[in-house]
C-alpha cells in the first residue's frame, strides 16, 4: 500500500525517517543490539526478545527492516533497523530499496502523529546521497606510492607471546586467546586462534577482518556474518585479531566511515599492522603453514582488504565480501585507490548486486577496476 493510500485508509502513515529514528535510539545500539532478534532463524513474534529502544518500542533493531516514508533517490525507499538474516551493524547503517520489492525480510510500522499539520513538509521530502564519482580517481605513482607504504612499515621487535585457553573446545575445534606486545605504542594486542580438530597439520590459514559491528562491541565475539564454523570444519585454522578500536581494544572510535582526518589516516595504519603483528605471530606456530595464508575480509574488513593484502606479501589470497570504494574522501596514504593496484594477490570478491552502501556500477566495480590482481572475480550469490 502507497504511503498515502495507507494514511487515508488507516489514519496513520509510515514514519519519516527523522521520527524512525528517534524512536529507534541507535545512539544505544551497544546495548540494544546484542539483545534483538539478529542472527536467529527466522521472524519471532513482536516482544519475543529483549531488544527495546528507550522510548518503549520493541524489535526496530532486528527481526525485520521496516519501510520508510522518505524516498531516496533513483524510485528507492529507506528500509531501515536491518532484519534478522542480515549483519546486526545494519541497525545504524542505512539502506533503501525499490518499494515494489517484496521481500519476508522487510516490514512496516506505522506512526500516527498528534498534530499532523504541525510537521514541516521537509521532514517528509526526499533524502538523497551526493556520491563523488571514483571512476574518475587516478593511483599514485609507484614513487609516491612507496611513500605512502613507509608509514605501515614498524620494528619487529620480539612478540613476548601469553598464550591461555578460550571458551570451551568444540566438536570441530579449539580456541586460544594469545596476547603479545603490539607494533605501536606500549600496548599488548590480541589474537584469537581457532584450531581444527580434523585434519593434519601444518593447516592451511585464514586471517579475519570482520564487519564495523566489531567497532560497537566491547568483548570479543564468535561473529555469526563470518563464516568461521564453516573455515573450520573445512581443516583450516583461523587466525582473528582483535583490531585496535573493536572489541576489549575499543579506544572511542565506533564509525567505519573514512574522513580526512590525522586519527583516521593513523587508525587505517593501525589496522594494518594488527594484520601485520598477527602474522608474525602465526610464524611462531608449527602447526600453521605459514605459506598458506588467506585474508577474509567482510564488509568494513573488505573495504580495509586493500590496505592488508597489499601491504603484505606474505597473504597469498584475498576474499573480499561485501565490500566497495568508500566514497567518502581520506588521506591519500590511507586511500583505498592507491593500494588497489598494488593488490597482487589472487581476489575473490563477493557482493550484493543491490547493495545500497556500495552501489555495483559506482564502487563495486571501480574497486573491481583498480585491483591489481591478474585474476580478480567477482561474484553474487542469490542469499546476498
Known sequence: MKPRLLRSFAGKSLPTIYHWNRAAGPFVASFVVPVSNFGSSGVLPVGSKQGMSPWGNYDMAGNVKEWIWNEAGSGKRYALGGAWDEPNYMFIDPDAQSPFLRASNIGFRCVKYIEPNSIPKVVTDPITITRRNLTKEKPASDEVFKAYRGLYSYDKLPLSATVEPFGVDEEDWKAEKITYKASYGDERAITYLFLPKKGKPPFQTVIIFPGSNALDLRRFSFDTVVPLDAILRSGRAVLYPVYKSTFERGD????????????????????VKDAS??????????????????????SWGAVMG????????????????????DFQESLAEANAINFLPRVKQPVLMLNGRYDFFYPLESSQEPFFHWLGSGTPVILFPSTI
Open 252 to 271: 572511542g572510535m565506533e564509525s567505519d566511515i573514512a574522513n580526512m582526518s590525522s586519527t583516521w589516516r593513523d587508525h587505517v595504519i593501525m589496522w
Open 277 to 298: 603483528r598477527a602474522i608474525d605471530y602465526a610464524e611462531t606456530r608449527p602447526e600453521l603453514d605459514h605459506a598458506k595464508l588467506a585474508f577474509y575480509g567482510f
Open 306 to 325: 586493500p590496505f592488508v593484502t597489499a601491504v603484505e606479501p606474505r597473504i597469498k589470497v584475498g576474499i573480499f565480501a561485501l565490500g566497495g570504494l
